[in-house]
């Protein structure tokens, strides 16, 4: 999709969940840039461009379209550390690519907003202890629908407030197109507090099943045949050079 098109699409899904007075203003974020009250950490294989602030039931929205790359099946986490009082309410993940790389087919992708302790990019920046926890908000077209892509073919989704789990498949070297068109944004409420700095993770995981290994009693079972097996060899063996 053209970036006209896109920011067109943008503008109506404005229109159609109740955005306001978003700017159309493509940026991409640095690493480690403030963007909109929020210190963004970003590791390798992450790109994310800054479609600028919507309004939403009355607070900001930061719109992001984000790239990913996977290399590997270990997840890329993005760290936000709120800079100010003025950091937007919500981050709304307005589309993305993800390509696998990993040399695997996966079984499943998931967004996740782990409850776990995050260091902040300097040790100036201190989490809010009572700050409430960052949740995905299932309002307003969120989640994303299942992606588009050639091969690629998710199907089944469960949300909860910090994971969104997609099932299906992404063969290697594919990338999956979340959130093109009208099918849905995925949307964090960052809960930004007045009292310190809210800090959080928002980490993408790509999925394979695992391979069941045999239990103890099984691979015993299976050397002590692969031993008669053996036994009966030799003996075979030495019938034939007697």
Do not use: C, H
């Not at 970036?3 to 159309?24: C, D, E």
């Not at 990019?121 to 077209?141: R, Y």
């Amino acid at each position: 999709m053209t970036r006209t098109l896109k920011l067109a699409a943008i503008a109506i899904a404005a229109a159609v969940f109740g955005f306001a007075g978003a700017t159309r203003a493509a940026t991409i974020i640095q690493n480690g840039s403030t963007v909109d009250g929020w210190v963004i950490t970003e590791p390798a294989g992450i790109s994310l461009v800054s479609d600028g602030v919507a309004t939403y039931n009355g607070k900001s929205v930061l719109l992001i379209e984000k790239f990913a790359t996977f290399s590997n099946m270990e997840g890329l986490p993005i760290t936000f550390v709120q800079a100010n009082n003025s950091a937007t309410q919500y981050i709304d993940i307005v589309n993305e690519s993800v390509t696998n790389l990993t040399g695997q087919a996966w079984t499943g992708f998931q967004f996740l907003l782990p409850n776990e302790d995050v260091m902040g990019p300097t040790p100036a920046f201190v989490q809010d202890p009572t700050a409430t926890i960052p949740g995905f908000d299932p309002t307003a077209g969120s989640p994303f629908a299942p992606p588009t892509g050639a091969g690629v073919a998710y199907s089944g989704v469960t949300f909860s407030p910090t994971v969104v789990s997609y099932t299906g498949s992404q063969p290697n070297l594919t990338t999956a197109a979340w959130g093109f068109g009208t099918d849905g944004d995925l949307i964090i409420n960052a809960n930004p507090v007045t009292n310190g700095n809210q800090v959080f993770n928002f980490k993408e995981q790509p999925l394979n099943a695992p391979v069941i290994p045999l239990p103890a009693a099984a691979w015993s079972s299976l050397s002590g045949l692969l031993g008669l097996a053996l036994v009966g060899y030799g003996k075979n063996l030495k019938k034939i050079l007697a």
